[in-house]
């Protein structure tokens, strides 16, 4: 079985950072695409940013230029670090793998971390 564990996520001020992690574990074969969406109350889930596995990134224009997305893949982790962040990104923070695994190739979710931005 593979999971992915989300850590980091809290308060902040706005302007303020914060960096998530993501690992998985598990049986794994190997890693595919790593990113990272969000869900706000009452709101779809949206995507933030992903990563493939050579490391070509991609984002979401409500976050460019303030949110960066790294993976080390020694370690079967994927970052994500938030910067001059707005009260408009608090959310739920999910973490999503597309893995190689027993199962063949699935996409896998984390359970979520909260990252709050106070005014």
């Known amino acids: 079985q593979v999971q992915l564990v989300e850590s980091g996520g809290g308060l902040v001020q706005a302007g303020g950072s914060l960096r998530l992690s993501c690992a998985a574990s598990g049986s794994i074969g190997s890693i595919n695409v790593l990113g990272w969406y969000r869900q706000a109350p009452g709101k779809q889930r949206d995507l933030v940013a992903t990563i493939s596995s050579v490391g070509d990134a991609d984002y979401a224009d409500s976050v460019k230029d303030r949110f960066t997305i790294s993976r080390d893949n020694a370690r079967n982790t994927v970052y994500l670090q938030m910067n001059s962040l707005k009260p408009e990104d608090t959310a739920v923070y999910y973490c999503?793998?597309?893995?190689?695994?027993?199962?063949?190739?699935?996409?896998?979710w984390g359970q979520g971390t909260q990252v709050t931005v106070s005014s």
């Open positions: 999503i793998g597309l893995i190689y695994s027993a199962m063949g190739l699935r996409r896998y």
